[in-house]
């Protein structure tokens, strides 16, 4: 029995990258013996065991059969017999297959240390096409890693595989966790790309293949210059460029996009034409954003807004926006409501007050 590190972690490694959480493989060993020696059972569609002690993965060496269309239908055979590298052979990409023992040495059988140096996105072998997760994958590391290319064949191979109708059994839930990875890479606008290039964009988000075509330039610049803004934030500016509400919310649907992303995407894209007129807004229009938005229970959301809006309208005035809420903010609701003879009353004169306080400050 022996273990090998494969994977992220030998890949980030050679390129000099912060160190990626380590994933083992385990090459004659059984279930049996992994428990015996104090392993915890945790996988589900085969053996995978976390360390008794560091808790990092271990995963006995398998080999997969495709048996039905989707990223389901596989039937993975995992016993002592199978080797190391048939093991790597089953991924995705040659700079994800390579591995190394435990005195360090570097067991590369698909050529991915080549790759890495020519910065090449190659796929190991035609089963690449058997699992259209895996163009959700390479569109994900186009995004973190810029300067890599895709290879031509692995691109055509993906355009078959779109051909052949492989995407639609992505489910959404899967496609919304890559995509939202990607989201967060150093340039997003590689993924979507990618993901148009081959056709795979047209069938899981067709408002978003719409509006990238009309304006890729737009959104790719957007994207990738939104480094210190969080996923939330990303997929709103994304949205931002959608032609309307129904296009987002069938984005929305299409996705299974979670709740606070949704929701920032909503506000961002029902508010652009405030913000494009910050400069000029009254006291009464500023009041009634806030309140549309809610900053008075979601600063933090109002906050990423703010943050979206500063990439979308260049001449956005923001710190008029963050002087008024201030100025809203110090309104001592609660007084207001004691001066109050109808409780139906104090909505109205808490929001005159926030209104004056506003005004005087603009004054």
């Known amino acids: 029995m022996r273990a090998y590190v494969v994977g992220g972690a030998v890949r980030d490694a050679l390129l000099g990258l912060p160190g990626a959480d380590r994933d083992w493989v385990v090459v004659g060993a059984t279930p049996d013996e992994m428990l015996a020696q104090g392993f ?37 055979h995992a016993s002592p017999d199978v080797s190391l590298e048939e093991d790597l052979k089953r991924r995705d990409l040659t700079i994800n297959a390579m591995a190394r023992d435990e005195d360090g040495t570097l067991i590369d059988p698909c050529g991915g240390q080549r790759d890495l140096a020519a910065r090449v996105l190659r796929h190991v072998s035609p089963a690449f096409a058997e699992d259209p997760v895996r163009i959700l994958r390479i569109a994900r590391f186009a995004a973190r890693f810029p300067d890599f290319t895709v290879a031509d064949e692995t691109l055509a191979l993906m355009r078959e595989m779109v051909e052949a109708g492989e995407v639609d059994h992505l489910v959404a839930e899967r496609v919304w966790q890559e995509i939202s990875r990607g989201l967060l890479a150093t340039a997003p606008s590689r993924m979507f790309a990618l993901l148009h290039d081959c ?76 913000f494009e007129k910050t400069a000029t807004l009254d006291a009464a229009t500023l009041i009634a954003l806030f309140d549309r938005c809610d900053a008075w229970r979601r600063p933090r959301r109002f906050a990423d807004l703010l943050a979206c809006a500063a990439h979308l309208v260049p001449k956005v005035q923001l710190g008029r926006i963050a002087a008024a809420l201030e100025r809203a903010r110090a309104v001592d609701a609660g007084a207001v409501a004691k001066q109050c003879q109808e409780k139906s009353e104090i909505p109205r004169r808490v929001r005159e007050a926030r209104i004056a306080a506003v005004a005087k400050d603009l004054d």
Request: hydrophobic fraction near 45%; include cysteine.
């Open 199 to 274: 056709g795979a964009l047209a069938r899981l988000a067709p408002a978003l293949n719409h509006a990238w075509e009309a304006e890729r330039r737009l959104i790719g610049r957007r994207l990738d210059h939104a480094g210190e803004l969080g996923l939330d934030a990303r997929f709103a500016l994304l949205a931002a460029a959608l032609d309307s509400v129904a296009s987002l919310e069938a984005l929305c649907i299409d996705l299974r996009v979670p709740t606070d992303p949704r929701e920032l995407a909503e506000l961002l894209w029902c508010e652009q034409q405030v």
């Open 40 to 76: 915890r059972p945790v996988g589900k569609d085969f053996p995978v065991f976390l360390h008794p002690k560091t808790q990092e993965e271990y995963a006995l060496a398998r080999t997969e059969r495709k048996t039905a269309p989707g990223y389901h239908g596989f039937v993975f």
